[in-house]
């Protein structure tokens, strides 16, 4: 079964649906005026890629492989595929940038037509770069092109299928290039949902979920991406990947694990299989206050410790509470709003009960106050939409980065302060930095940083620095650089200090067996 949903390509230099970005109001406006000082609008260049480095014969032989019409060269279409949408992506593109184009933009359709590509690009050493939806914020989607005869983007947008449904064993087969929205209609029409949501989900697809062991919003009740996959296919230079013939497993390592998480450095996956559950039938969400982080925090811990967690699980810091960059009429906000936990409950309506007075009992019991389900759904319409305002206060000059890490529950106040004190200290005078967490485990949690500033006359240096910052703070503090957002090109200098010499040394030989010509996302991932 195919998708017949339209897939709707992002703005090149904004996020998301072009014809969903929206002005500041004006009372937004004058909040951001006592907040940052408003600014002149920076310029947006009329961006152009460079000319295509492409030999015309190679671009011959793409033809033969996939079919012409697969094969574009047109400036639009690789501006379309020209890196992802970190802010200093859209800063790039903004400022007119597009040195990181493909030099053609390749849709292949099916393992065949994938692995014929591959074949082509270690042949004539062309860099491939796979393409799902594009919503990459680490650098993943600009490789390094030097040395090599050319660059490719392998859109994966025409495998777009169902492949499977077993409806016994609760597993669904899915291609790569599916939407988030269009693998949740084609199994919705089984009854059956993956109930994986990050905020990227209106663009990002299945592969991409995969090759970057996404967590979505909802993980404390469905779990991450890579926990749901049972089974998956990839195409490498050196062959297929076929593996997850059963649901466990003692042949040795898992082998699933080289691929989930690989950015597409070692493989290009073809399919996943996944874990699905019934379609809920109700849901529910609502809010909580806390009087400070650290409670709310411990409230968490509780929760997971004593498996009764919701569906959905977060709590904002006092600053993000007060200032909720998601709501621009909540800009300025008080401050006494304490922190606001966000409570989500699906399944029947007998499990949607009971999980909610046994979790609101426990809260109630360590001191929350109810707020009713009015928080709870306004954040659950408002999900997807931070991403359009950091947009809108881009273009007023408001330098707005997200970067996220975890840690175990004993260092969660340590990895708090430090990080947050770093990004205080480098990202310039007056910045706000706000934290959440919405990820969850019995030992520990994620936390997911916001910082909003004005725009220095180098802004993507003013980032740089401040990320670095941060991630030297992350590292001093014995926690991961990345829970979610995967590594790309951005955390590749902190990688190797997270996993050691002898784990570089890994990730060096798997690459080298997988890819020994090294076209696969040249510079990503592998320090």
């Known amino acids: 079964m195919t998708s017949e949903t339209p897939t709707v390509e992002m703005h090149p230099s904004r996020w998301g649906d072009p014809a969903a970005a929206a002005e500041l109001p004006e009372s937004a406006l004058a909040l951001v005026d006592l907040a940052f000082g408003l600014q002149d609008r920076p310029a947006v260049a009329v961006a152009h890629p460079p000319e295509g480095g492409l030999a015309p014969a190679l671009v011959d032989e793409l033809r033969g492989l996939v079919g012409g019409e697969h094969v574009l060269v047109d400036d639009q279409t690789r501006a379309l595929r020209t890196r992802g949408k970190s802010t200093p992506d859209l800063l790039r593109a903004r400022a007119g940038d597009l040195a990181d184009a493909p030099d053609a933009v390749v849709r292949p359709d099916g393992r065949a037509e994938v692995e014929a590509v591959l074949a082509w690009a270690a042949r004539h050493h062309v860099a491939v770069v796979p393409f799902g939806g594009g919503t990459c914020v680490t650098g993943g989607l600009a490789a390094r092109r030097d040395a090599f005869a050319g660059l490719v983007s392998l859109d994966l947008v025409r495998m777009k299928r169902l492949l499977a449904v077993d409806e016994v064993s609760m597993t669904a087969t899915l291609e790569p290039g599916l939407r988030g929205p269009e693998a949740e209609a084609l199994l919705a029409a089984h009854g059956l949902t993956l109930g994986h949501y990050p905020q990227s989900f209106e663009h990002a697809s299945i592969g991409g979920f995969a090759a970057t ?11 991450r991406f890579d926990a749901m996959v049972v089974g998956l296919t990839a195409a490498t230079p050196t062959g297929t990947v076929a593996l997850g013939s059963s649901p466990a497993n003692a042949a040795g390592p898992d082998l699933r694990q080289l691929l989930l998480g690989s950015e597409g450095a070692f493989g290009v996956i073809t399919s996943v299989t996944v874990r699905v559950r019934r379609a809920p039938e109700v849901t529910a969400y609502e809010g909580w206050r806390w009087p400070s982080f650290t409670a709310g925090a411990e409230a968490m811990r509780t929760l997971a410790q004593s498996g009764l967690l919701p569906t959905v699980l977060r709590l904002s810091d006092e600053s993000e509470t007060a200032i909720n960059l998601a709501d621009p009429s909540s800009i300025g906000g008080t401050d006494d709003a304490g922190c606001l936990m966000i409570t989500g409950y699906e399944g029947t309506p007998e499990q949607v009960e009971a999980r909610r007075a046994a979790v609101s009992a426990v ?9 009713g389900t009015e928080p709870g759904e306004t954040w ?16 007023h000059g408001v330098l707005v980065e997200t970067l996220e890490t975890a ?6 106040e340590r990895l708090y302060a430090d990080v947050r004190a770093a990004l205080t200290s480098s990202i310039g005078d007056g910045a706000l930095v706000l934290c959440h967490v919405s990820h969850v485990y019995e030992t520990g949690c994620s936390l997911y940083f916001t910082v909003a500033a004005r725009q220095a ?6 980032w740089q620095a401040a990320k670095a910052a941060a991630s030297d703070a992350m590292i001093a503090a014995g926690a991961t650089i990345t829970h979610h957002h995967a590594v790309g090109t951005d955390h590749t200098p902190w990688l190797a200090q997270e996993i050691g010499e002898v784990g570089v040394r890994v990730l060096r030989a798997v690459k080298a067996e997988l890819d020994p010509a090294g076209i696969l996302n040249p510079g990503v991932l592998i320090p």
Do not use: C, K, M
């Open 213 to 223: 062991r996404s967590s979505g919003q909802s993980s404390a009740g469905y779990g």
């Open 363 to 371: 809260l109630t019991g360590l001191g929350a106050t109810a707020l």
């Open 380 to 395: 659950v319409h408002g999900r997807f939409d931070a991403p359009y305002l950091r947009d809108s206060l881009l273009d």
């Open 407 to 412: 840690t175990f529950w004993s260092n969660r």
């Open 457 to 462: 006359e180098d802004p993507i240096a003013q």
